[in-house]
């Protein structure tokens, strides 16, 4: 079983593949990064979640519904997380964007590209991400970048990493439409185009949070058909 207690500089894989395993692991461990391995879905209140930088997630386990386990991490941490999926499981790939993962990659992946993925996805778990100012204020809207938190109406949003940096970044743009692409570079690092699927996603899951905390949270995040994203000042 993962090791219990807090180390920042830690990472997750759950994969049966010990081929795919092996290749991840010896991957992260490149990037300066100690790994725990399972070959298999674990009871999730039996896993401390918030120890880890990142979970590296297989959604084809033998014994476990990787999506309905992504779902259960969602709600017990924030805990940024990469599924690991074959290239005919689109399906799957939805259907984990909405159980709250933050990214993916599909079999058979290159070391280079999964690579770029755990940086990314690291980065975004481990640090704030470099607004020009400390608070970001839009109306009810207070983001502290440099603290990682938000607050909308006073009430403190719970956040992922992803959404954290999704909400700053169209916060410091208030007023201005930001593509798709725009925020694929900005906050998921693709600096070529990625998929778009991530964004909407992400997008969606940040309204809920935004509609729990305050009912004019609802229609924050303005979508421009057919250009992308807004939070009007």
């Known amino acids: 079983m993962p090791s219990t207690h807090p180390m920042t500089q ?4 759950i994969e049966d593949d ?4 092996t290749l991840a692991r010896d991957v992260l461990v490149a990037e300066g990064l100690q790994v725990d391995e399972l070959a298999d879905g674990p009871e999730p209140a039996s896993v401390g979640w918030d120890d880890y930088l990142a979970v590296m997630l297989d959604l084809g386990l033998p014994s476990a519904d990787g999506v ?3 779902r259960q991490i969602r709600a017990r941490s924030n805990v940024p997380v990469v599924m690991i999926t074959g290239r005919d499981h689109d399906d799957d790939v939805v259907n984990g964007l909405d159980a709250g993962a933050d990214d993916y990659v599909t079999k058979p992946f290159s070391s280079s590209v999964l690579g770029a993925r755990v940086r990314a996805v690291t980065r975004r778990g481990a640090a704030p991400h470099g607004g020009t100012q400390d608070l970001l204020r839009v109306g009810e809207l207070v983001v502290d970048e440099l603290g990682a938190r938000a607050f909308l109406a006073s009430v403190e949003l719970a956040l992922s990493p992803t959404e954290m940096s999704l909400l700053a970044c169209l916060a410091r743009h208030a007023g201005r439409v930001l593509s798709r692409q725009d925020l694929l570079e900005q906050v998921w690092g693709y600096d070529y185009l990625g998929d778009s699927r991530l964004v909407d996603m992400a997008v969606l899951r940040l309204r809920q949070k935004l509609r729990e905390a305050t009912p004019d949270g609802d229609g ?7 250009e992308g994203y807004r939070i009007d000042r």
């Open 68 to 70: 309905e386990l992504c």
């Open 18 to 21: 010990p081929l795919v395993r």
């Open 220 to 226: 924050l995040v303005v979508t421009v058909r057919g």
């Open 10 to 13: 830690r990472v997750l894989i």
